[in-house]
């Protein structure tokens, strides 16, 4: 008896299991790996080695881009990464690993990292990170990817920017040089209480590593977060020769790996604090292959700077001694790190920080123009990929949604329209000419191209209603063509500030901060057109009054958007007719 009620027991609990609803399903890509921390990887003060955190945070990130790719793939590139937090001897630490996006033969691996306490059950976030792989077919060639279909919201939003990371990594390199060609070429050294400058020189370390069959994949390449590992190595050891303590690592810099390097290979690692500023220094690491022959030459195989930090006994970063640089190449890297720097605390204020935590209005400088771009684009991208939005009015043609969430209030405008996509973001990313169908501009004026796909207006708009005078704007307009099919044409809007261009007595300077077209090609010549914006508090009783259906202004105007592009499309077609 005993027996026939737990069958039945049983049976009943397949029944409710069956009635529930099926779980989301993973991502066919993802990797997840749990690693206990033990003392073999571990530093002298029982924190896990950030060298052995890399080679877990490559293996996992290269397995999930082999999972897409069907084949061998290699490290190409790894954004900035920073650590929030060591882990300690016992703990677990759980990686998390994602193909975001494939293009041609390379993809996007998302990587998150956590770390678990088993005995008090906290998980606390360590780092996220983006790499860059390349699938490899026989003998080396590349292999043509297939695309990646994203499933959920999330993986809908970083698959979209990925393509925007993508551009920024393509011109991280020209960033530093043109901010180097604005700065000043002599070397600046700080004033700083306390002893002497430590000369650079003093803190140079060279090793050499024998690439062995652990340290490489199944193809005989070594792994890129072994080479990391070994390059994190040197330069810990580089900082404590400055500081006489021992340091800990806080960043990692971009780098791109410039060629591979096999089992039998000797990698020559060389390190050296590049500036020391008064809380963190950077060092500066190369690794140099070459085989058994010293007479070839030595392979570059890769170059990255490191930020670390000496912590006091409350965890709070130490004053630093300073660094005399090198006559010649060494005052170069000096001026380098510095540059460095700045661009660092661009990319994390501007880049890695949420939404809700940027002002209205960033100060606009010609250092951080690609983050800046990157953000603005990014932003508008991920607020199209929510998931949330609901339609709040339809006129005739004119569809209008609304998104709420948290302390924001969105709404999409969204209309099909006889044109060709590409004429119609040609026509939309031009504010000099938005007045002939926005009633509310009535004037927008070019005040800097920044390059072919980023401009900055001074835009002048209507009195609001219980407003005594006009509003002005400073906006950043950028935008992108598509990536790739299915993508659309962007056009966003962000405000920024300029000193040429301060608020003034005679106008109530507005702002915006996430806004702009995307455009969707139908057909040849039908297009979807839609305008989101993320309304500012000086923005939202008008949008709320449209949205309650007070007022029909806003579906009036997107009309008046569509007239505009037909009207501009027939001047197109009778001016080739007449040509």
């Known amino acids: 008896p005993r027996g026939k009620v737990l069958h039945g027991s049983l049976r009943g609990f397949a029944a409710h299991l069956a009635k529930t609803d099926p779980p989301p399903a993973r991502n066919p890509t993802e990797v997840q790996m749990s690693q206990l921390v033990l003392p073999c990887h571990t530093n002298h003060r029982g924190e896990l080695s950030t060298g052995q955190l890399l080679k877990w945070i490559d293996t996992a990130a290269c397995l ?30 759980n990686i998390k690993a994602k193909v975001n996006r494939a293009f041609n033969s390379s993809m996007e691996v998302g990587i998150q990292v956590s770390y678990e306490d088993l005995c008090s059950g906290k998980h606390c976030s360590i780092c996220k990170a983006y790499a860059t792989f390349v699938a490899q077919g026989p003998l080396g060639s590349k292999v043509r990817l297939e695309p990646l279909i994203p499933q959920t919201e999330e993986e809908k939003i970083e698959h979209s920017i990925a393509a925007e990371r993508r551009r920024m990594r393509l011109v991280h ?3 530093l040089k043109d901010l180097l060609t604005r700065s000043p070429q ?7 209480d306390g002893s002497g400058a430590v000369p650079a020189a003093k803190t140079r370390v060279e090793s050499v590593e024998l690439v062995l069959p652990p340290h490489a994949n199944h193809q005989g390449n070594t792994f890129g977060g072994q080479i990391m590992a070994w390059m994190e190595n040197v330069a810990t050891i580089a900082a404590s020769r400055l500081c006489h303590a021992h340091p800990t690592l806080r960043a990692i810099e971009m780098f791109h790996f410039r060629g591979p390097s096999q089992v039998g290979d000797r990698l020559v690692l060389k390190a050296i604090v590049n500036n020391a500023f008064k809380n963190s220094m950077e060092v500066g690491v190369s690794a140099e292959a070459y085989g ?5 030459s030595r392979r570059h195989i890769n170059s990255a700077f490191m930020t670390f930090v000496v912590l006091d006994q409350d965890g709070h970063p130490r004053t630093l001694p300073m660094l005399a640089p090198e006559p010649g190449d060494g005052e170069r890297r000096y001026r380098e790190a510095s540059a460095r720097k700045k661009i660092r605390l661009d990319r994390k204020y501007v880049v890695s920080c949420k939404q809700t935590e940027v002002p209205l209005s960033v100060p606009w400088d010609q250092s951080n123009k690609v983050y800046l771009s990157y953000n603005n684009v990014s932003a508008l991208k991920m607020l199209v990929a929510k998931a949330n939005w609901a339609l709040a009015r339809e006129k005739e043609k004119v569809r209008m949604y609304t998104l709420e969430e948290d302390k924001f209030l969105s709404f999409r405008i969204e209309i099909s329209v006889g044109i ?5 973001f040609s026509l939309l990313s031009n504010l000099e000419r938005r007045h002939e169908w926005d009633s509310h501009y009535v004037s927008a004026e070019l005040v800097q191209k920044v390059d072919d796909d980023d401009m900055i207006y001074h835009v002048v708009s209507q009195k609001l209603r219980h407003e005594n005078k006009p509003q002005d704007f400073v906006i950043l307009a950028s935008r992108r063509k598509p990536c790739s099919m299915g993508d659309p044409y962007v056009v966003a809007f962000r405000s920024v500030t300029l000193p040429t261009h301060p608020a003034r007595a005679e106008f109530t300077r507005g702002e915006t901060l996430c806004s702009g077209f995307c455009i ?8 979807k057109v839609a305008y989101y914006n993320q309304a500012t508090p000086g923005y939202l009783n008008y949008v709320t009054t449209n949205v309650a259906g007070l007022s029909s202004d806003i579906c009036s105007t997107f009309e008046a958007c569509e007239k505009f592009l037909l009207k501009n499309k027939e001047d197109l077609i009778s001016r080739m007719q007449d040509f």
């Open 64 to 93: 999930s881009a082999e999972r897409h790719a069907g084949c061998p793939c290699v490290t190409a590139s790894m954004d900035d990464i920073y650590f929030e937090h060591t882990i300690s001897v016992g703990q677990v630490v």
């Open 173 to 175: 390199k020209d960033t």
């Open 186 to 192: 002599q070397t600046e050294l700080e004033t700083r």
């Open 292 to 296: 058994q022959e010293m007479s070839v």
């Open 420 to 424: 060709a996509a590409g004429r119609a």
């Open 520 to 527: 969707w090609p139908e057909s040849e010549e039908m297009s």
